[in-house]
């Protein structure tokens, strides 16, 4: 977030505190892959089912390979990766089911946070809820997501000969765009809450109303089935911060930027569109560095959307000129019948204009309540010195 860094790794006093210098993010890098190949080398590939959440090697070899892909360093990351493609990790067969607390610690889980209700809850499910179920509509995904979903055919809805028609958007699309995210005459799985409408201005879920989503979208991963928790504040919901699939989506970039695309760069991506429930790769049409790298990024949006990893994407990728700048929207104005059919009559919903300026804004500016206790603090370019 801030590039370099006050950094030590010994005890320092209060004197030393305020008067430190910021480290270069390459240095703070370079003794975290040290740190983490070590730490791979004296951690066990398991643990005992008590023993749950434990770091593994697993766990320290795809976080490295995180950070390597990250940084460019693509030869470490498909090194990296393959080590832990050797662990014995596989891809949960329904990605719906993935993230269900009943199926925690299933065989793609390589990191993460654990949560036990009552004692040590998740609380945060409810932010993603609707306002007439309770929930706060905190988090808002934009067109833009739902636009980033192939259709079934696994074609982008760019192509004329997807089957794609815009009065009926969310026909026959990825399954992980209704997995991932309720829209307008959306339902949760377990029919706890159907026909969901944001698009009638008497509805507890109307966009402009308060508590609501702006945009007319709400998360849907994570709590697609409301009858397994009690109290969505009060959850014991565990967050994957590092799974399979990211490992198999990393070593096929890693590749493809290395020019080494071969059949394992193919069956590396297939294997997470096809337990999406999409086709395996038109290898006629992803054919070349260019098109594969299209297609690993817009796999990347779909897979982890809502997870963490989009803006870090957008940041190494250095894409924020032409993702985030500009007018964002929401769905189209429509209304929403009993039986939660659809009738689009307007335009979408205009959310609000962004701003970006690339020579600052892919770092934060260091704080001033932190510059004034340490002089020696200096300030990300862009920002007031």
């Not at 080590?83 to 390589?110: C, H, K, T, W």
């Not at 970039?253 to 294997?271: F, M, R, S």
Request: proline letters at 5%; a negative charge; glycine letters at 8%.
């Amino acid at each position: 977030m801030y590039g370099d860094a006050v950094f030590d790794t010994t005890t320092v006093t209060t004197t030393e505190a305020n008067t430190a210098t910021r480290t270069p993010k390459a240095d703070i890098i370079k003794f975290e892959l040290s740190e983490l190949a070590a730490a791979a080398q004296d951690l066990p590939t398991s643990y005992p089912a008590a023993q749950l959440g434990h770091i593994t090697k697993g766990a320290a070899l795809a976080l490295k390979m995180r950070i390597e892909l990250f940084e460019a360093d693509y030869t470490d990351c498909v090194a990296d990766a393959q080590q832990v493609m050797q662990l014995g990790y596989a891809l949960y067969p329904s990605y719906s089911g993935l993230f269900r607390i009943g199926n925690e610690g299933s065989s793609e889980d390589i990191l993460d946070v654990q949560y036990m209700e009552n004692t040590h809850p998740n609380g945060t499910l409810g932010v993603m809820l609707p306002n007439s179920i309770g929930g706060w509509s905190s988090i808002d995904p934009l067109q833009a997501l739902v636009d980033n979903y192939e259709m079934a055919n696994g074609k982008p809805i760019t192509d004329a000969s997807s089957g794609y028609d815009p009065n009926h958007p969310y026909d026959n699309r990825d399954p992980r765009l209704k997995e991932t995210i309720l829209v307008p005459g959306g339902a949760y799985a377990d029919s706890s809450f159907t026909d969901y409408d944001p698009l009638d201005a008497s509805s507890n879920d109307y966009y402009s109303g308060n508590n609501s989503s702006r945009t007319g979208y709400e998360v849907l991963k994570f709590t697609s089935y409301q009858k397994d928790f009690d109290n969505i504040w009060n959850t014991g919901l565990d967050m994957m911060l590092i799974r399979y699939a990211e490992v198999l989506l990393s070593y096929a970039e890693a590749k493809i930027e290395l020019g080494q695309i071969d059949a394992t760069v193919y069956n590396a991506i297939d294997q997470v569109r096809v337990r999406a429930g999409l086709p395996k790769t038109d290898q006629t049409v992803y054919n070349s560095q260019s098109t594969l790298r299209t297609l690993v990024r817009r796999e990347r949006r779909s897979e982890f959307a809502m997870e963490g990893l989009r803006w870090f994407d957008v940041q190494r990728w250095q894409i924020a000129p032409q993702v985030m700048t500009g007018q964002v929207y929401g769905a189209r104005t429509g209304t929403v019948s009993s039986t939660g059919q659809v009738t689009f009559t307007g335009s979408n919903i205009p959310v609000e204009t962004r701003l970006f300026d690339p020579t600052k804004n892919y770092l934060w500016p260091i704080p001033q309540a932190q510059r004034n206790i340490d002089k020696n603090l200096t300030q990300n370019p862009g920002y007031s010195q």
